[in-house]
């Protein structure tokens, strides 16, 4: 007989497991069976929770999302004024959380399969919408009708510093990663210098 209350502490192991072995593999080639025996639990319970390996690897991105979701709603409501929470919003999209190697890793994969997967692809999307309407609503004070411009860039460097750190063999630098898009947002803030 299942221990009550327990699906909600099972589930977040099988997420966890789910985000390491795929950051271990650097690919989804990896089995349920690894993830189940990473969350300490038998192959035929993390089906009974999930399914499928597809639908492991949903979940954990829902709640890689969500956790940078929180992160970024609580930076910007600390932070004051336009140029603060734009910096807010950059450095959560490297924070250490977001921006360590499984994680990473796990990003990558989920750009993959939101080419093939309907479900992986609203999910990508949702995000990037918000990412895109979050950087609109602290860019547009400060440069008007440039923002989208600005907006669209930095949106391509945080997926292009994801991408190139899944790729390096270095440990993961989440302040040097928001330094170099902070930089390009002062330039373009500060000199207005075109898109």
């Known amino acids: 007989m299942p221990k009550l209350g327990m699906e909600p ?4 192991a099988l997420v966890k497991a789910t985000i390491d072995e795929i950051g271990r593999a ?5 089995t ?3 993830i189940a025996r990473r969350a300490g639990m038998s192959t035929a319970l993390a089906h009974h929770y999930f399914g499928n390996k597809e639908q492991m690897f949903l979940a954990a991105m829902r709640h890689v999302l ?5 992160e970024v709603r609580g930076a910007l409501a600390a932070a004051d004024g336009p140029r603060a929470r734009l910096n807010a919003i950059v450095r959560v999209s490297f924070a250490a959380g977001s921006f360590r190697r499984e994680v990473v890793g796990a990003w990558l994969n989920f750009y993959v399969l939101a080419q093939t997967v309907p ?18 609503a602290e860019l547009r004070p400060q440069i008007g009708a440039r923002a989208v411009a600005v907006a669209e860039a930095v949106g391509a460097m945080i997926d ?6 899944a790729l390096s063999d270095r440990p ?9 898009v902070i930089a ?10 075109p898109a």
């Open 119 to 136: 479900e992986a692809r609203r999910l990508l999307r949702v995000y990037q919408r918000r990412l895109r309407s979050n950087l609109l």
């Open 9 to 12: 502490i099972r589930k977040a």
């Open 26 to 30: 650097g690919s989804l080639d990896v």
């Open 32 to 34: 349920v069976s690894q």
């Open 66 to 70: 969500s956790l940078y979701g929180a």
């Open 172 to 180: 993961p630098d989440g302040v040097g990663a928001a330094r170099m």
């Open 184 to 193: 390009y947002l002062d330039g373009q803030i500060d000199h207005r210098v």
């Open 160 to 165: 292009g510093l994801y991408i190139r750190e």
